[in-house]
């Protein structure tokens, strides 16, 4: 039989990113980002407080993947999960990066002990999801991410995949409402840990390390 399949998102997922694409944004651009404001307004030059249209957005976040992926810390109790699934499921990680992305991804997710496959992705994850399916053929998959456009697709694509909605950044998850075509809402590793174990049809470790050691405080 076939062993079970997680698909995960990797920003504000496995890694934070928002928090420290705002400190970057500021330190080498001069510009404010409004964690928590529409996505689209939120960058504003601090020299005339005029709003950065989204084709001035992109060009940065790519920058940033270029140059700043060290900065970006780890989810709490992330990689205690993954391994703890991984005794007895498969795990993909399902990003949506350029595929120039790739290899730096990988390197960035093995230095914080996630050594899972990797899948760049543009665009709506439901055919992905879709793909990974009748590649792995499953007995049971979980889709975690913390957009909800992508619960959307993948519901559209691959309805019998369980969908958990997860928000791992604190300053970001009390503003977003749970995403209405997922499952359920969980934005912590530890809490979410027995829901897709009971998904993927796996016994949770009762010695999963979730040590405090990878927690950081939330600003």
């Not at 496995?14 to 928590?36: K, N, S, T």
């Not at 270029?66 to 810390?73: A, D, F, L, N, Y």
């Not at 990689?79 to 790739?102: F, P």
């Not at 840990?193 to 009762?206: C, E, S, V």
Request: proline share 7%.
């Amino acid at each position: 039989m076939s062993r079970p399949l997680l698909i995960t998102d990797c920003d504000e997922v496995l890694l934070h990113m928002v928090r420290h694409f705002g400190d970057w944004l500021g330190e080498a651009h001069d510009i404010d980002f409004a964690l928590g404001s529409e996505f689209a307004r939120a960058l504003t030059r601090r020299a005339c407080g005029s709003t950065l249209a989204p084709a001035e957005i992109w060009p940065l976040l790519d920058g940033f993947f270029v140059t700043e992926m060290h900065r970006q810390t780890p989810v709490p109790h992330a990689r205690e999960t993954l391994t703890m699934i991984a005794a007895s499921a498969d795990i993909v990680v399902l990003t949506n990066l350029g595929d120039h992305h790739h290899q730096g991804r990988v390197r960035q997710l093995e230095a914080v002990g996630i050594r899972h496959r990797v899948v760049c992705n543009q665009g709506g994850k439901g055919a992905p999801v879709a793909r990974l399916l009748d590649e792995y053929g499953p007995s049971a998959a979980v889709f975690v991410d913390d957009l909800a456009v992508h619960h959307e697709s993948v519901a559209g694509h691959a309805p019998d995949v369980h969908r958990l909605h997860m928000v791992a950044e604190a300053a970001l998850a009390p503003l977003l409402p749970p995403a209405p075509f997922a499952h359920a809402r969980i934005d912590c590793w530890r809490e979410a840990a027995p829901w897709i174990a009971a998904r993927l049809g796996i016994a949770p470790a009762a010695n999963t390390d979730f040590t405090d050691e990878m927690m950081e405080p939330h600003a």
